[in-house]
């Protein structure tokens, strides 16, 4: 059975930092893209960043590019989300996800939810002015 669990979310004040993880199991990573997705309330998911299967190519959305970080550790099974000069904009749940399918070196493409066939739960993240 596959899980993904995110964890490392809380509340910080802007500018500040926060690192969340997904630890994936019954799935390996070098298998599956993986994708950090965030919703805000009362506005649609949206994706943040992704990383390849081979953990070579990444890709970050307009509004984090420059200030978050995505990476993962194969052994550790784990997918991380570096987020640095955190804003009142980036307060969202935070999701992880899975994807099998073949990578697509563009944010639209990979941003697209119906490739990710795993969910994890997600983990707030709150930025306060």
């Known amino acids: 059975q596959v899980q993904l669990v995110e964890s490392g979310g809380g509340l910080v004040q802007a500018g500040g930092s926060l690192r969340l993880s997904c630890a994936a199991s019954g799935l390996t990573l070098r298998n599956y893209n993986m994708g950090w997705f965030r919703q805000a309330p009362g506005k649609e998911r949206e994706f943040a960043a992704g990383?390849?299967?081979?953990?070579?190519?990444?890709l970050y959305a307009d509004s984090v590019k420059g200030r978050f970080t995505i990476s993962r550790d194969v052994a550790k099974n784990t997918v991380y989300l570096q987020m640095n000069s955190l804003k009142p904009e980036d307060t969202a749940v935070y999701y992880c996800?899975?994807?099998?399918?073949?990578?697509?070196?563009?944010?639209?493409?990979?941003?697209?939810?119906?490739?990710?066939?795993?969910w994890g739960q997600g983990t707030q993240v709150t930025v306060s002015s």
């Open positions: 990383i390849s299967r081979s953990g070579v190519g990444t």
């Open positions: 996800a899975a994807d099998a399918l073949i990578w697509v070196p563009t944010a639209q493409a990979m941003g697209a939810h119906q490739r990710y066939i795993y």
